[in-house]
T-cell receptor, first 113, second 113 residues
C-alpha cells in the first residue's frame, strides 16, 4: 500500500514557465513533508519542506503548498530553468514513528530551453 | 566538512559473488539507511539502523545483509541470494526524531556481469 504517491512519472515544461509537481498521501499521521531533487547517478538532495501545521512554504523560486483536507501537496517552480531538469521525490514523515521517511515514486521534470 | 561517503562509485560483480558497499558518515547522525533505485523507479528501503548494533529490515531485505558496529559506518553486503542485484544503491543518514529528513550519499552503481 503506497502511502505517498506521485501520479505523474514525468513532466515537460518550457523554460521560464511554471512547473507544478504533485504528491498525494493517505496517512493523516504524517506531520512533515519534504521534496528532494535527484540528478542521474547522484544522491537526492533536500530541496524544501513544510510542516503539516502550515499550508505554504516558499524559498526563492520554489514553493510548496499543502492541502491537508485533500491530503495533497504540490511543488511549484517558477520560473523553471533547464538546470531544474531532474527527478523530484516527495517524502513524508511521521514523527511518532521515528524518523522514517516514506517516499513517493518520483516525477521526472524536463525543462526545455 | 561533514558528509556521507559511499564507495565505490561503480562496482562490477560476477554472478554468485558477494559484494560489500561502503557507507560512512561524519555527521554524528544516529540513523542510517540503505535504498535501492532501479531505472524509472522510486526509492525502495532495504535496511535501516536507528542505533549502533541494531538494524531492521526494510521492504526489500531479501538477499542483503548489513552491520552497524560503529555509529559512522553502515556497510551493505549484496549476497549471491539477491536475484537481481544490478541497481543504483543509495545510503542515507539522519538525526533521530528530526524534521530535516535525510542526507544522502552520492550512490554506488552495482552491475552484475
Amino acid at each position: 500500500d503506497q502511502q505517498v504517491k506521485q501520479n505523474s512519472p514525468s513532466l515537460s515544461v518550457q523554460e521560464g514557465r511554471i512547473s507544478i509537481l504533485n504528491c498525494d498521501y493517505t496517512n493523516s499521521m504524517f506531520d512533515y513533508f519534504l521534496w528532494y531533487k535527484k540528478y542521474p547517478a547522484e544522491g537526492p538532495t533536500f530541496l524544501i519542506s513544510i510542516s503539516s501545521i502550515k499550508d505554504k512554504n516558499e524559498d526563492g523560486r520554489f514553493t510548496v503548498f499543502l492541502n491537508k483536507s485533500a491530503k495533497h501537496l504540490s511543488l511549484h517552480i517558477v520560473p523553471s530553468q533547464p538546470g531544474d531538469s531532474a527527478v523530484y521525490f516527495c517524502a513524508a514523515l511521521n514523527n511518532n514513528a521515528g524518523n522514517m521517511l516514506t517516499f513517493g515514486g518520483g516525477t521526472r521534470l524536463m525543462v526545455k530551453p | 566538512d561533514g558528509g556521507i561517503t559511499q564507495s565505490p562509485k561503480y562496482l562490477f560483480r560476477k554472478e554468485g559473488q558477494n559484494v560489500t558497499l561502503s557507507c560512512e558518515q561524519n555527521l554524528n547522525h544516529d540513523a542510517m539507511y540503505w535504498y535501492r533505485q532501479d531505472p524509472g523507479q522510486g526509492l525502495r528501503l532495504i535496511y535501516y539502523s536507528q542505533i549502533v548494533n541494531d538494524f531492521q529490515k526494510g521492504d526489500i531485505a531479501e538477499g542483503y545483509s548489513v552491520s552497524r558496529e560503529k555509529k559512522e559506518s553502515f556497510p551493505l553486503t549484496v549476497t549471491s541470494a539477491q536475484k537481481n542485484p544490478t541497481a543504483f544503491y543509495l545510503c542515507a543518514s539522519s538525526m533521530a526524531h528530526h524534521n530535516y529528513g535525510y542526507t544522502f550519499g552520492s550512490g554506488t552503481r552495482l552491475t552484475v556481469v
